[in-house]
């Protein structure tokens, strides 16, 4: 078991967390988890959780409950239950918020180049990816997604080489 004190190197763990980033159906039918993963890879993340998924509706509601009131939701339910989604955990030294800036704005038209939906995407309703907002939701998000026993801890051999 790697010790969470010494997960994101030696500087306040509080730094450290979890985010839950999803490719959506789009971003698996078109052959971009590959490219997503090596995004995040190449940044110095370490992958903890990972799987495909076919969310049902119910689970899909509860993902998106806070946007239920929007014109869009009902679209956004049926495309994120179109096929199947590449569910995953990523850790790492202020995950959430570095994860949000490497997947770029939500309307991939503001994205800037070099960001995932900027590089990979043109429509606010396909766009590739998710990834959580706060602290708070992604420990919400990882509690829906995935279950305690699919989260692995592990030291990746070059964590002294991206960690001071
Ligand atoms: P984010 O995914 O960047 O956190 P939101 O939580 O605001 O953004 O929205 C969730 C998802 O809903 C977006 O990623 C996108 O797929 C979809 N969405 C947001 N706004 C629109 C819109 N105006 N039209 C269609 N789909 C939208």
Known sequence: MWPA???CGTRDTDDCVHSFIAIKPDGVQRGLIGPIISRFENRGFKLVGIKLVSPSK???EEHYADLAEKSFFQGLIAYMGSGPVCAMIWEGRDAVKTGRSILGAT?????APGTIRGDFALDVGRNVCHGSDTVDNA?????????????QSWKPAAFDWVYE
Do not use: V
């Open 5 to 7: 004190s010494r997960r």
């Open 58 to 60: 119910k689970h899909l």
């Open 107 to 111: 309307n991939p038209l503001a994205s």
């Open 139 to 151: 420990k919400k998000e990882i509690a829906l997604w995935f279950e305690e026993t699919e989260i």
